[in-house]
């Protein structure tokens, strides 16, 4: 999986998307992330199929992410909400299919999790993975089943270090992933971060995706910029210090700009 990738969320199904998804294999990124609940998937394919033909590049040289949301949860439901993504996008398979939160009902989010399990074990996907879950659901979660999510995609950013998350993954061996790892761009703005990136010759953006990898996680940072999408992807020429990294990590507040994982329904 690259620890580099573009990210989609609260990108429009427009012919903006499906450029800017083609600009970015064009340039380099194999790692597209989409979700059923962005309503983009169709234009996301098509940026896919588009990107593909510009560079000559095979469907197994990327590595696309779609997830379950929380209205097709049940695992009756995974294997048709599977399909319906995969006909969105044009696709034959997923590389990653993740359930997108934990959701309220731990019952569910057990059944719903066996219905991802269906799916792998009937050759359907490549891996199977979770977003936003806490310990706690992992603890409820692997109490009950046979196979273990190989990620977990959770907001992560200088703001919000996640650190007793990060250990407890570290221990259970599953990956970590950030979306939305700018903030939104507000993280840019931060004068800890402007400082560090004038003292590297580089951006803030280009600071904190390096910041992540530095911490070993999965980033994904939206963007429609083509200029912005190659700035982010060039991030592999450069190393921050442990010093560098530990006064981004002092930025710590505990402050989140999604929901609280441990509350959210989906409404």
Known sequence: MPIVGLGTFRVENSDECKMSVKHAIENGYTHIDTAMVYENEEKVGEGIAEGLAATGKNRSDLFITSKLW???????????????????????????????????????????????????????????????????????????????????????????????????????????????????????????????????????????????????????PKSVTPSRIEENLNVFDFQLTSAQIEKLDKLNEDRRIGPDPSEYSGH
């Open 70 to 220: 929380l209205a097709d949860y049940g695992r009756e439901n995974v294997a048709d909400a599977y399909e319906t993504s995969l006909n969105k996008l044009g696709l034959d398979y997923l590389d990653l299919y993740l359930m997108h939160w934990p959701g309220t009902d731990e019952a569910l989010m057990i059944d719903t999790w066996q219905g991802m399990e269906d799916l792998y074990k009937n050759d359907r996907v490549k891996n199977i993975g979770v977003s936003n879950f806490e310990t706690a659901h992992f603890e409820a979660l692997l109490a009950q089943v046979s196979i273990k999510p190989v990620i977990n995609q959770v907001e992560f950013h200088p703001y919000l270090l996640q650190e007793s998350l990060r250990r407890y993954l570290e221990v259970q061996n599953i990956h970590m992933e950030s979306w939305s790892p700018l903030m939104n761009a507000q993280i840019l703005e931060d004068d800890t971060v402007r400082n560090v990136a004038t003292e590297v010759g580089k951006s803030p953006a280009q600071v904190i995706i390096r910041w992540n990898i530095e911490h070993g996680v999965v980033v994904i």
